[in-house]
């Protein structure tokens, strides 16, 4: 009892323990005697005196023996033949006599101009199969078909030759065909296909048995199936021509030679009469002629009729033997090998919308969907003036043709291409040799097929020059289908003459670009003022470089920001056509700008950073001593009489505003990249950048979905940039060795540090005009001033900075000695007594007068005036100090914040990652800013750094 419960538990367990598993096994694994069960996947032995059928999926009796039941699959009996009736029927269920013998299969076989008969008329089964011979002779004309089971009449040629069935010497049988030695016949061809990509050059099953015989009937009867069929053998050797062999291509351009007596079609000088139309001719420089002498008879729009924003394509496809097969339209997929919906593959085809598509196909599908090549002439459809329909030939530009054993169509002087008319999608017969049953030994695939629509110049219409169809093959040598694939793409792209734009932009680059000089030049002229040097040295070629770094960076900026939005704004809003968008190849020169202006503006950036770090800065305390008070000497035990001590905390207040507003901007930042990302992601404005007809904000997730344009990313998102950002928007500093800014803080009161009480009655006062004005002169409110400071000033205000920060910082004054402290005390002291004593004019000889900068002064940004035996303060309602703090350089940062963006959004074609960088960056460089400018103030201000919160 337990062995058997132990036998139903292991019963329940093995199948979950196993899974739903099973070996895999395919028909070419089950070999000769074994057959491909369909029901159970897997291979199962055949009975006896039996084989696997041809089609692998069930059993079927050996030679010598026949059918006495078959149901399918292995459920097959069979019974040996008599010795008398060796022979099987062709169904396989009956034995029989044969009189001329028996097939591999054991099956009676007759000659070839004789035909099989098993059964009377009445369907009664024949002791003795019969081999009746077909009646040749004029009465019937008739032979054997190929399956040899009736007698069907001969092919006309046999008749037209010998009247009879018979093709004997010295007649010429080929092809099925059979062609007198006395006619003249065009030469012989050789049915060899070369597939270069792989290096293979072998004999097609194909072009043995049809090309001579198309060659032939095409010259001698002008027969039109015959000239169809060896165009395409043409065109499957790639419309390649050679002078030193006779292959399809070669055959095909001798009959066109020499058939010019037969005229042309429809007025067109390279279609010949019953030739297909292969090629435009060789001669230089006419494929310049063809693609871009004539525009097409009709307009286009990008809002209208259907008819105004489709391209209406239609072609005329043939099969490999020559047989029209019917009109077709592209849409629907036509030429799209990879599979998608309707409405996806349609897209192609609407006028504006640059379409890609891409994947990679099983090189079995392919066996299977292209088991007979179609070959296809192109034509573009249009309306003429009376309503008739009329077709515009497409050319093709074959990138595999060779001419001379040289790829004429790959190089892009277009004067050396070969345009052709002909093409197809697979050929997978030409690679067959010696068996066309067989699978093909090499394949040929169109693995990219572009179509280039080129707008024409200066129109306002929307008129375009006729399509160019780009198609490039692939050769794949066939070895295991299943496991092969290769990769197809399809491509419909717009292009128009961009050299006047180029030429345009140059010349804005080259104007633009030396008023940046001379712009620059001015700066470091006011640069070495202000700096008290006058001579040239290596520092001001270097400071040179800076300037125009950034000058130049602002440059390609402006000719960036308006190539952006210029195409954004005319290519999306046109109606009638009249611009096309650059293609992404003629896109390099502008993504070239666009990183120009991002290095530049990054150098720029950090010149800024460096010098905004290394400013020097001072707080003047005007505060007096309130009386005096007593005080010990130490180390004497006497006591002395001294100044009231001012108090330090206004210093440190005023410290840690400044610190704050280092690095406060106009703008948010954080807000400034969430709002872009916003309307990029998710208002839809990213969809302005797709390179089709649309404005559209949003897209169904059913339609196609164009191509990204470089250009107009970089134009809506800087559009996007400077709109939100738009819409956002006492102290002694000297940024330069002579130059600097004043903040007047003087308290008209007499003392600034007062009770509640006093404070309150000071402001009343103030309020009442009943004391002076704030201001730095009399009568006057004037509080901000640029400063340009004498050479004998800034050697006064060194000599005892040098004192102040000998000791680097006061985070060392815990650790130092009194002495070193009151040194260093004294020294800020004195600093702030003779800053204090300047302003007041105490120093004759380093006195300073007050006055208003010239209007070109204040364009220019620099001073006239060298300040020699005085210094000059210039009025500054501008507030103009906030140069030293992130708040006055909102440009700059603004326009290395949206280069950046851009950068990273044109390498990575993402507006999130880039939106992610963007503030992180910004945020690094803040912390960078802080820190460091912290140091900074607390080593030239005395002020201790743990007071700065």
């Known amino acids: 009892m337990a062995t058997a419960a132990a036998l139903l538990l292991l019963f329940w367990i093995s199948p979950s323990a196993r899974g739903f598993s099973l070996p895999l096994q395919r028909p070419g694994d089950c070999g000769d005697e074994r057959y491909f069960d369909i029901s159970r996947l897997s291979c199962g032995p055949c009975g006896a005196h039996q084989r696997r059928s041809a089609s692998g999926s069930s059993c079927v009796c050996l030679p010598g023996y ?29 034995c029989i006599t044969c009189p001329k013998g028996l097939t591999s299969e054991g ?20 002791n003795e199969a019969l081999c009746i011979v077909c009646n040749g002779s004029p009465q019937s004309f008739s032979a054997s078909d190929v399956l040899g089971s009736r007698c069907v009449r001969c092919e006309q040629t046999f008749i037209n030759v010998s009247m009879s069935c018979d093709c004997s010497s010295p007649n010429i049988l080929s092809g099925g065909l059979c062609f007198s030695a006395r006619e003249s016949l065009p030469p012989k061809g050789i049915a060899t296909v070369r597939f270069g990509q792989v290096g293979v050059t072998l004999t097609s099953a194909w072009f043995l048995k049809n090309l001579e015989a198309s060659a032939s009937a095409c010259w001698l009867y002008s027969n039109l199936t015959a000239c169809q069929a060896l165009g395409n053998m043409c065109v499957m050797n790639m419309n390649s021509l050679s002078s030193s062999s006779t292959d399809a291509c070669s055959l095909f351009q001798y009959i066109y030679a020499n058939t010019a007596r037969l ?9 010949r009469h019953n030739l297909p139309w292969l090629y435009y001719g060789d001669q230089p420089g006419l494929a310049s002629k063809v693609l871009e002498t004539n525009h097409l008879p009709t307009i286009f729009s990008f809002k209208g009729r259907s008819e105004d924003v489709k391209l209406q394509f239609i072609a005329a496809s043939y099969d490999a033997a020559g047989n029209f097969l019917k009109w077709q339209s592209l849409e629907g997929g036509l030429l799209q090998l990879c599979p998608d919906t309707q409405t996806k593959l349609n897209a192609a085809y609407v006028f504006g919308t640059t379409y890609e598509q891409s994947c990679k196909i099983s090189i079995a599908k392919i066996l299977l969907d292209f088991s007979n090549p179609v070959f296809y002439d192109l034509f573009f459809e249009y309306n003429g003036d009376n309503g008739q329909q009329y077709l515009w030939a497409v050319p093709v530009l074959n990138l595999n043709l060779q001419y001379s054993e040289m790829y004429v169509n790959q190089g892009s002087n277009m004067n050396n291409w070969l345009l052709t008319r002909r093409f197809f999608l697979v050929d997978t017969l030409s690679g067959r040799e010696n068996d066309l049953g067989k699978l093909p030994r090499i394949i040929r695939v169109a693995s990219k097929i572009t179509i280039s629509i080129r707008l024409v110049s200066h129109t306002q219409k929307g008129t375009i020059y006729p399509p160019l169809i780009t198609v490039a093959y692939t050769d794949v040598l066939v070895q295991n289908p299943d496991t092969q694939s290769v990769m197809v793409s399809f491509s419909v792209r717009y292009e128009m003459n961009q050299s006047e734009a180029q030429i345009q932009t140059d010349i804005t680059l080259g104007v633009l670009g030396g008023l940046a000089v001379l712009w620059s030049l001015l700066r470091t002229a006011g640069w070495k003022r202000r700096t008290g040097s006058s001579v040239i040295d290596l520092q001001t070629v270097f400071k040179f470089f800076l300037f125009y770094a950034g000058d130049l960076a602002n440059v390609f900026f402006i000719i960036t920001v308006g190539t952006g939005i210029y195409w954004l704004m005319f290519f999306k809003a046109q109606q009638f056509v009249s611009v096309l968008l650059p293609l992404p190849s003629q896109e390099k020169a502008f993504v070239t700008y666009v990183a120009c202006a991002f290095s530049l503006k990054a150098l720029q950036f950090l010149q800024l950073l460096v010098s905004q770090l290394t400013v020097d800065i001072f707080f003047i305390d005007w505060e007096r001593p309130k009386g005096r008070v007593l005080k010990a000497v130490e180390g004497e035990g006497d006591v002395k009489s001294a100044a009231a001590p001012v108090s330090i905390w206004r210093t440190y207040f005023i410290a840690n505003e400044w610190n704050e507003i280092q690095t406060v901007r106009k703008i948010n930042p954080l807000f400034q990249v969430l709002a872009v990302l916003f309307f990029l992601e998710v208002v839809g404005f990213s969809n302005l950048a797709l390179m089709d007809s649309s404005s559209s904000l949003t897209r169904s997730s059913e339609s196609y979905i164009a ?15 400077l709109a939100i950002a738009f819409l956002q928007i006492s102290v002694f500093l000297l940024s330069h060795s002579c130059f600097g800014y004043y903040i007047h803080g003087r308290s008209v009161h007499g003392h600034a540090d007062t009770n509640m009480e006093e404070m309150n009655m000071n402001l009343k006062r103030e309020a009442e005009n009943l004391c002076s004005q704030r201001g730095l002169l009399p009568n006057t409110d004037g509080q901000t001033f640029q400063i340009s400071i004498s050479r004998k000033m800034r050697l006064q205000y060194d000599r005892i900075h040098e004192t102040l920060t000998r000791r680097r910082g006061p985070a060392r004054f815990l650790d130092s000695s009194a002495n070193t402290f009151e040194q260093s005390t004294r020294a800020y002291n004195t600093m702030n007594k003779f800053l204090s004593s300047f302003i007041d004019h105490v120093h004759k000889d380093m006195d300073y007068i007050v006055k208003d900068k010239l209007l070109l002064e204040r364009i220019l940004g620099m001073e006239f005036m060298e300040p020699i035996e005085k210094s000059i303060f210039y009025n500054d309602e501008g507030h103009s100090f906030s140069e030293v703090l992130y708040y006055g350089n909102e440009t700059t940062l603004l326009i290395f914040d949206i280069l950046f963006f851009s950068v990273v959004d044109l390498a990575t074609q993402s507006f999130v990652l880039a939106a992610i960088l963007t503030y992180l960056q910004q945020e690094i460089f803040r912390f960078i800013r802080n820190k460091v400018g912290r140091k900074n103030l607390t080593s030239k201000t005395l002020v201790d750094e743990r007071f700065l919160i």
Do not use: Y
């Not at 000659?111 to 009664?124: A, F, K, P, T, Y």
């Not at 191509?707 to 940039?721: D, E, H, K």
């Open 66 to 94: 026949r059918m006495v039941s078959n149901n399918g699959g292995s459920s097959v009996i069979c019974e040996k033949c008599p010795e008398n009736m060796s022979g099987v029927t062709q169904d396989g269920w009956n």
């Open 107 to 126: 099956k009676c076989k007759c000659l070839s101009n004789e035909i099989l008969v098993e059964r009377g008329v009445d369907g009664v089964l024949l």
């Open 263 to 271: 005229g042309i079609v429809h007025s067109i000088a390279f279609w």
């Open 707 to 721: 191509p990204w344009s470089r250009i107009l990313r970089f134009g809506v998102s800087v559009a996007l940039w």
